[in-house]
């Protein structure tokens, strides 16, 4: 293995005022392709390095949750309302691999004024709700919904703030969240894709209520916010920000017992309850290379999260570990676990977690073609989904930007599903969809645009997945490319 030959390099900054010159200086390495290493001063500065990429990881789940409720105020929205899309989203919304053929209905809660009402409706023919509601550290409290505690009967959830010691009123579905604030993510099934499916789908969504309960017996109107049209983003901000975000969020949740271990590993870093964070232009700079050097980390951890595979010969696997899958749905209360370094690798590249993951719904993505290739989006792929798919409701894939795992940019839309309108099925019933810059010819309608210049990646989603998935009686196989 050929070691690296480092150069060290003296930087100075000129700052000019009228009178004088100040030449401040540090050091830099500068390795043999010509990237920038960060070289601390002294020990100390080490330190925070260290600790700065530490918090990155340890922080990814809160950070990514606090920057929903960040893009929500700039909406013109805040907690306790419901922000929702009224048709499908487009890349507009540039959050974390967000679903493109559903209808979100998103309330968020903050309960630091007391307990807060969740009501969900029963299912209404073809109109039904699957999600979960997570507190601010993205564990799922409760699954809602038919797949969820009330069974399609609906009900009225009483999302309670942490340590809450009076007995919850009768009538109500008490859950107790470890902190302030959180949010559901509520997804209203389609059934064709048709305008009139969507508008079916969002009115049965709006019947969604949020309210304190302190104002139960006559409860005001919920607020519903449309962001349709509005860019909306919780793509991870891989510099100072994120120290910014998480300050934010330690500020107003309780510490868990869990993390206590991170309270001098922050206020090294300068953050620290009941304290402003403030950083000079030093301590910026190190927060900056600490979180590329953490981004690069995980990037390069991402690729272990898809082994095993899910289906045995293939690149598909759960965009998860098992072990932060049993960390989520035990609440964290697992002995001897607490995933935290994999937790960050998934929380990089998605939102939510469900209660009981394969429930409601099951999720399968891959980064790579049938020949061990990345996605590269100048190049044309062809998926073939054999016919009889093991679920209830439906099934869809969707194409994401590789780096930010959000929907490409500029696209007409991102993904193809079971409920697209016009969708070509082959003689058997299977579908064959086509991923590429260029749709080939005759395949418009089973094609998924993407960007010539960028990687990208896949995500499969199947809503009431049955036995037969999971038993795989039915298989997917892998994406090849067409040449």
């Excluded at 039904?128 to 550290?137: C, E, H, I, Y």
């Excluded at 959180?182 to 709006?206: C, H, M, Q, W």
């Excluded at 309960?213 to 901000?237: G, H, R």
């Excluded at 590993?265 to 300068?270: N, P, R, W, Y």
């Amino acid at each position: 293995m050929k070691s690296r030959i480092l150069i060290l390099v003296t930087v100075c900054f000129l700052v000019s005022c009228t009178k004088s010159t100040k030449i401040n200086e540090t050091s830099v390495v500068i390795d043999t392709t010509g990237t920038a290493v960060f070289k601390p001063a002294d020990f100390e500065e080490q330190i925070v390095y260290n600790r700065a990429i530490e918090a990155v990881i340890w922080g990814m789940p809160a950070v990514n949750s606090e920057l929903l409720h960040e893009s929500l105020l700039k909406a013109k929205g805040d907690y306790n309302q419901i922000i929702f899309w009224s048709g499908l989203i487009s890349s507009k919304n540039q959050t974390l691999t967000p679903n493109p053929d559903v209808i979100y209905i998103n309330p968020l809660y903050d309960t630091r004024q007391g307990p807060v009402v969740l009501e969900i409706p029963p299912v209404e023919g073809v109109s039904s709700l699957t999600g979960s509601l997570d507190d601010g550290w993205q564990t799922a409290i409760e699954d809602l919904g038919p797949a969820g505690f009330d069974k399609g009967k609906g009900g009225k959830y009483l999302i309670l703030p942490p340590n809450y010691k009076d007995v919850p009123p009768i009538g109500y579905i008490p859950l107790q969240s470890s902190t302030y604030t959180g949010f559901a993510i509520l997804r209203s099934n389609l059934t064709d894709g048709s305008p009139n499916d969507i508008k079916r789908a969002v009115e049965y969504g709006k019947k969604v209520k949020i309210y304190p309960l302190s104002e139960a017996d006559n409860p005001p109107p919920t607020a519903f916010v449309d962001l349709i049209d509005v860019p909306f983003s919780n793509t991870i901000p891989y510099n100072v920000h994120f120290f910014e975000v998480l300050n934010q969020f330690v500020q107003r949740e309780p510490w868990l017992t869990r993390d206590l271990a991170m309270l001098d590993q922050l206020k090294t870093i300068g953050i620290e309850k009941g304290k402003i964070f403030q950083a000079d232009a030093r301590r910026q700079e190190i927060l900056n290379a600490a979180i590329k050097d953490a981004h690069h980390w995980i990037d390069s951890k991402y690729e272990k999260i898809f082994t095993p595979p899910f289906y045995e010969g293939t690149n598909w696997a759960l965009p998860a570990s098992q072990d932060v899958v049993k960390a989520i749905m035990s609440n964290y209360l697992a002995p001897n676990l607490y995933p935290v370094d994999e937790r960050a690798i998934s929380y990089s590249m998605a939102y939510f977690s469900a209660k009981k993951l394969g429930t409601g719904q099951y999720y399968l993505m891959t980064i790579k073609d049938k020949d061990g290739q990345e996605f590269n989006g100048s190049k044309l792929y062809k998926l073939h989904l054999p016919a009889k798919v093991p679920i209830k409701l439906y099934w869809s894939v969707t194409a994401y930007d590789r780096e930010t795992h959000a929907l490409i940019l500029g696209m007409k839309y991102s993904s193809r599903a079971s409920t697209t309108p016009g969708l070509q099925k082959n003689a058997d019933g299977s579908v064959d969809i086509y991923f590429g810059a260029t749709a080939p010819a005759g395949k418009e309608s089973n094609w998924v645009p993407t960007d010539p210049k960028r990687k990208f990646e896949l995500l499969a989603r199947f809503y009431g997945p049955e036995k037969g998935f999971f038993d795989k009686v039915w298989k997917m196989g892998d994406a090849e490319e067409v040449k």
